[in-house]
């Protein structure tokens, strides 16, 4: 019994290992293709892009931004302000009961940055960052986009558009310091192996093509 304790140990310890190692190898491959397409509000100011793309988060209870969607929103909303793009796809969950709307959040702030509503484009169904961008690909007519969210979410992003075929680059939104900041990492690590695991087998998003992006 104890020398089969002792295997078992072993073989338990290996397996944790070598699961370790694949999640690091996932995100270390994730990481170095999207780095270089990776930068700050100001290094777009000679670019253009077909799209202006900022990922949803979540609202408040009273139906506000929280602080990540806020700055996500604030950054694309300058980034278009400075001529970057013409259209801004906002994209996020409303799919909730009526009283969670990541999208119209994003609506009537980015209106209140002076971005006007024939100049939004609405992806209500975006579950997931793999969705939002999965379905951006599949219906959007222009392939160029500028990806906004912080940074630590930005190479995932970036990864699944250009894995898609889209011309794809991230602008960081980090304004500001976030709560709960490390817990996202760890979250993002199992990300990144989810996302690239489904770019590998091809997985539709949720919705598809079945719900327009307007």
Not at 15 to 30: D, K, P, R, S, Y
Not at 58 to 73: A, I
Request: aromatic share 10%.
């Amino acid at each position: 019994m104890k020398k089969f304790l002792k295997v078992l140990g072993v073989i338990i310890l290996f397996l944790a290992v070598a699961g370790i190692a694949a999640v690091a190898a996932f995100n270390i491959h994730t990481i170095s293709v999207a780095e270089e397409y990776i930068l700050d509000v100001s290094d777009f100011e000679e670019s253009y892009v077909d799209y202006i793309m900022v990922l949803g988060c979540s609202v408040r209870p009273d139906g506000t931004p929280s602080d990540m969607l806020h700055d996500r929103v604030i950054t694309g909303a300058k980034l278009y302000n400075m001529g970057v793009g013409s259209k801004l796809l906002l994209t996020g969950d409303s799919e909730e009961p009526d009283d969670y709307d990541e999208t119209m959040a994003m609506k009537k702030l980015s209106s209140k940055e002076g971005i006007s509503a024939v100049n939004q484009i609405v992806d209500p169904v975006g579950l997931s960052t793999y969705d939002s961008i999965k379905r951006a690909a599949e219906q959007l007519e222009g392939k160029s986009v500028i990806i906004v969210t912080q940074e630590y979410h930005l190479y995932r992003a970036v990864y699944i558009a250009r894995s898609l075929g889209l011309d794809a680059y991230g602008c960081k939104a980090d304004i500001r310091t976030y709560r709960g900041q490390f817990m996202r990492e760890i979250r993002e690590w199992a990300g990144r192996v989810k996302d690239e695991l489904y770019l590998a087998f091809d997985l539709n998003s949720k919705y598809g093509t079945e719900v327009e992006i307007l």
